[in-house]
């Protein structure tokens, strides 16, 4: 019996543990192929890229249509400090390209394909907490809600630490 209450605290805990976000480093200059730089990778929402470059090269957050006619008309940001990092917060596919005149087509352009985040481990559904006050009328806010949560998974993790204190 003990080993399973062991294996559902263990288990709870690292459900609480946040999923950890990547970073991802690019050489960007030219005479590299970047077209499939994001194949093999699984970049999702929370991740960071970092653009490392210098000379005359930019970095030009841009659509699609940019990237694939080496244009900047829709440049959503533009770049030439040498060390641009991006923080990735949506999902959805994001272009890249150097302005510097014949880079992109010299192959300095570069899409990242960005997946929503791992599912973040909730605290479980707990039904048996007491509450002492009488269920709300009315529908909680976010913020009431999130409190609420809040408390529920400290009163689990107080319980948690508290078996695993008396099973050591
Ligand atoms: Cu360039």
């Not at 960005?114 to 039904?127: D, K, M, Q, R």
């Not at 269920?135 to 806010?141: G, K, N, R, V």
């Not at 993790?157 to 050591?168: D, M, N, P, T, W």
């Amino acid at each position: 019996m003990a080993i399973f209450i062991e294996m559902a605290i263990v288990f709870f805990l690292l459900r609480c543990m946040p999923s950890l976000a990547a970073s991802y480093d690019i050489d960007w200059s030219t005479g590299t192929d970047y077209s499939r730089w994001a194949a093999g990778k699984s970049i999702k929402v929370g991740d960071t890229i970092t653009f490392h470059y210098g000379g005359f090269h930019t970095v030009n957050d841009v659509s699609q249509a940019d990237y694939q006619a080496c244009t900047t008309t829709t440049t959503l940001s533009s770049h030439a400090e040498g060390n641009t990092v991006f923080k990735l917060d949506k999902e959805g596919t994001r272009y890249f390209i150097c302005s510097s005149a014949g880079h992109c087509q010299n192959g300095m352009k570069i899409a990242i394909t960005v997946a929503a985040a791992a599912a973040s481990g909730g605290a479980p559904a707990l039904p048996s907490i007491p509450n002492a006050n009488s269920p709300p009328e009315t529908p909680l806010t976010t913020n009431e809600a999130s409190f609420i949560h809040r408390q529920r998974k400290a009163v689990v993790f107080g319980i948690a630490l508290f078996g695993l204190a008396l099973l050591s």
